[in-house]
């Protein structure tokens, strides 16, 4: 299957985490799976390593919050600072729905955030949108506001190439358009 994941929008993000915190007729609101796309999108973790988070693993170091997990899909240990907005919605988040410390924050299964998030955009006829979506969010968003530095994204991502991260974040057929664009002198 040659499926194409595409990164979302702002708008795309804010409809689908709204749409589904809120609900409709065809499904009920699920916060939970809301929550953890929410993390996907801030923290660039694929989904598979959110599902495994517990409000332990995120730790005070000298006035700052760090996170060190080993990706489910490399292998590769990964450290890195979450910021204090971030785990203060996580922890609100636990207290909310009484999750413990030592819990997993989210108990459910990889498909379950799959089937939510299909039935949502289904729902707002968006096509091409998976939880994969949400780490191309992060990446395109910390791309554009951090000086287009696909080097500061490659290592976010831990991508072994900046080609990886150009693939990724679907800038290189934009960047030759752009080059072009800007070249053209006609006399």
Do not use: W
Not at 83 to 91: G, K, T
Not at 115 to 133: E, M, N, P, R, W
Not at 152 to 174: D, F, K
Request: aromatic share 10%.
């Amino acid at each position: 299957m040659n499926y194409k994941t595409n990164a979302l929008t702002t708008e795309q993000y804010t409809e689908i985490i709204n749409t589904m915190k809120e609900g409709s007729s065809f499904f009920r609101p699920n916060e939970r799976i809301a929550t953890a796309l929410v993390l996907e999108a801030n923290l660039g973790l694929r989904i598979s390593d959110i599902l495994h988070l517990r409000l332990s693993d995120i730790v005070s170091d000298g006035g700052r919050y760090r996170l060190a997990i080993t990706e489910q899909k490399t292998g590769k240990q990964r450290v890195f600072t979450v910021p204090f907005v971030i785990q203060q919605y996580l922890e609100n988040y636990c207290l909310r729905q009484g999750i413990g410390r030592a819990a997993r924050i989210f108990p459910f299964t990889e498909r379950a955030v799959q089937k939510q998030l299909a039935l949502v955009c289904d729902y707002l006829g968006f096509q091409g949108i998976s939880t994969h979506s949400f780490r191309k969010y992060f990446a395109t968003e910390i791309y554009r506001n951090n000086g287009f530095d696909i080097a500061l994204v490659q290592r976010l991502l831990q991508h072994s190439s900046a080609a990886i991260t150009q693939r990724y974040i679907g800038i290189e057929p934009q960047r030759i358009e752009q080059a072009i664009e800007r070249h053209a002198k006609l006399l």
